[in-house]
């Protein structure tokens, strides 16, 4: 039991390594700064797109929404990264996992966006017509925001799932949370700074897990 303690509990590592551990706690909250809203971006641009009236417009979209959404993010970011450069291009590591968990963010986003719009009544756009709004001025201020109610424990169910998924940004060598946590443990030969990581997403997520449970409840 002792040894287990001071390979996963070793509060002395923990405290040596915390300056590591914030640099990417503090990285990680970047990611997430940009991630976050180019994927809601990204959903509500490719929502649009899925439910035009136009199959030149629409098709394509749904096919791409459900490559996306089945290509594993993981192969996506290794692919993003490593194929950028054979276009003669040069991009970071931060941009190219931005592309590529557009590409994944958006596909999740714009099916939430799209499922709340098919919950909306079309009454609610023919009423909003009616009263000499246009098109884009009803749905920006009738229909959307009641789409967003609708399916607002999803949308941030899925943020969160966006939150855990940054954790692969340690493949491409981005120092967010995880990465520096693997280091450290690399440095001290000893597993607590893993835990201290966990820990961190624990404390940071578990309210907002709260939040959705008892958004959901509410809205039954």
Not at 36 to 48: N, S
Not at 133 to 155: I, K
Not at 183 to 190: C, I, M, V
Request: glycine share 6%; net charge positive.
């Amino acid at each position: 039991m002792e040894m287990l303690v001071q390979e996963f509990f070793n509060f002395e590592i923990m405290a040596r390594v915390w300056p590591m551990i914030l640099a990417g706690l503090y990285q990680t909250a970047l990611l997430c700064a940009v991630l976050i809203p180019i994927g809601i971006a990204g959903g509500i641009g490719t929502m649009v797109l899925a439910t035009s009236r136009h199959r030149g417009l629409r098709w394509p979209t749904i096919v791409a929404i459900d490559f996306f959404r089945s290509f594993p993010p993981l192969v996506l970011i290794i692919f993003v990264y490593a194929g950028i450069p054979f276009l003669g291009l040069q991009v970071p590591a931060p941009a190219a996992i931005s592309l590529a968990f557009f590409l994944n963010a958006s596909s999740y986003f714009g099916e939430i966006f799209r499922a709340g719009m098919k919950s909306v009544p079309k009454g609610q756009m023919e009423a909003a017509r009616s009263t000499g709004m246009t098109a884009a001025q009803a749905f920006l201020y009738v229909t959307f925001p009641q789409a967003v109610r609708n399916v607002l424990p999803d949308l941030l169910s899925n943020t969160i799932e966006l939150v855990k998924l940054t954790t692969l940004a340690s493949v491409v060598s981005v120092p967010e949370l995880l990465h520096s946590a693997d280091l450290a443990r690399s440095l001290t030969y000893n597993s607590s700074p893993l835990i201290l990581a966990a820990a961190i997403y624990l404390v940071v997520l578990w309210p907002l897990v709260r939040i959705i449970s008892r958004l959901e409840h509410r809205l039954r």
